[in-house]
């Protein structure tokens, strides 16, 4: 069992910043990729980033481009995410996810690519 533990989420202003971590433990072999995933209250969890540590490929979703930045080390098995310039509409609670078996790119925003998932953290962003 995979365990995956999320952390620095909070409160912040419009236009701060915040980094999120998420540490994976429990396996003895590394994920395949990981990500990050957001649910705002009323709405579905959607995809947010994620990264796959074979050649270190990072995608975004449209929303965050340029704002958000994924990042993460392998040999740790963690994962981060920096996030300026943060909006209102950025409040969520966000999780961390992780994939061990068959990753596929093509699948990358999609709920089902991750086998773990954190247990999520809140970040607020008032106006």
């Known amino acids: 069992q995979v365990q995956l533990a999320e952390s620095g989420g909070g409160l912040v202003q419009a236009g701060g910043s915040l980094r999120l971590s998420c540490a994976a433990s429990?396996?003895?072999?590394?994920?395949?990729?990981m990500g990050w995933f957001r649910q705002a209250p009323g709405k579905e969890r959607e995809f947010v980033a994620c990264?796959?540590?074979?050649?270190?490929?990072?995608d975004y979703a449209d929303f965050v481009k340029g704002r958000l930045t994924i990042s993460g080390d392998n040999a740790k098995n963690t994962v981060y995410l920096q996030m300026d310039s943060l909006k209102p509409e950025d409040t969520a609670v966000y999780y961390c996810?992780?994939?061990?078996?068959?990753?596929?790119?093509?699948?990358?925003?999609?709920?089902?690519?991750?086998?773990?998932w954190g247990q999520g953290i809140q970040v607020t962003v008032s106006s």
């Open positions: 996810a992780a994939s061990y078996n068959g990753f596929s790119w093509y699948s990358r925003s999609r709920k089902e690519a991750y086998d773990y």
């Open positions: 429990g396996r003895t072999f590394r994920s395949s990729a």
């Open positions: 990264i796959r540590w074979g050649d270190g490929r990072t």
